[in-house]
């Protein structure tokens, strides 16, 4: 997996496994902070190789800074801020989980957004005899045309998406899931390795590794000291 798809699936994970982190998120944005005109200016003004330098959204900077989280989820904060809920559902939990996948949905599906469809053909082959054409008949050339160019598109475009979601399924990327898994209990939710080890049935030095790994593959900023 490549470091978009490990942000993807941390971002999942971290909604499934540390909720009180979700909930914070929206708490601080209530009431809204942004209008609606000041979402649509700062789809204009993001940069996102660098957050932090185009005015963020004060929650969900705020609340990167709270949970010790990389610049990333900075980005992914504020689109889970600005997503609607898909279903008119009254429970806020449900609401705010709704909206926390379609952010990560979103930033998943703009990183694997296909490239245009496009095809050029000639109707008619140099030197062939010429025939009058109905309109009908020209469309039907056209068609069969663009079918074809159709479905190489297919096999050239979706195999990255299937290589991805298949990617998950695999056995060597399932230890993603634990390791993140303890990254967030250790990292956000306060809970000591050892105790972490312990829960596993592991070393403490397994857990100390896959922990400091996957906080360099994710880019999370270093440890806050504390007194």
């Not at 397994?206 to 000291?225: C, H, M, N, W, Y």
């Amino acid at each position: 997996m490549n470091i978009v798809d490990c942000q993807h699936r941390f971002w999942k994970l971290l909604g499934d496994r540390a909720p009180d982190v979700l909930h914070d998120l929206f708490n601080r944005d209530n009431p809204r902070v942004w209008t609606h005109a000041q979402w649509g200016e700062r789809v204009n003004r993001r940069d996102p190789y660098n957050p932090r330098d185009h005015m963020p959204h004060p929650a969900a900077l705020a609340w990167c800074d709270e949970w010790g989280l990389p610049d990333w989820c900075l980005k992914l904060g504020e689109d889970a801020l600005h997503a609607q809920p898909s279903r008119p559902v009254k429970a806020k939990k449900f609401q705010e989980m709704d909206r926390w996948r379609k952010a990560a949905s979103n930033a998943i599906y703009n990183y694997l957004n296909p490239t245009p469809f496009e095809f050029k053909t000639i109707l008619r082959p140099p030197g062939s005899a010429y025939e009058p054409l109905t309109r009908k008949k020209w469309r039907e050339r056209i068609v069969a045309e663009a079918a074809k160019a159709a479905d190489d598109y297919f096999d050239k475009e979706v195999e990255k998406f299937n290589e991805l979601f298949a990617a998950f399924g695999k056995e060597g990327n399932r230890k993603f899931d634990l390791h993140a898994s303890w990254l967030i209990a250790n990292r956000v939710l306060g809970k000591q390795m050892k105790v972490i080890a312990i829960e596993a049935g592991v070393a403490q030095q397994a857990v100390s590794k896959a922990i400091t790994d996957l906080e360099k593959q994710l880019g999370f900023p270093p440890k806050r000291k504390t007194t």
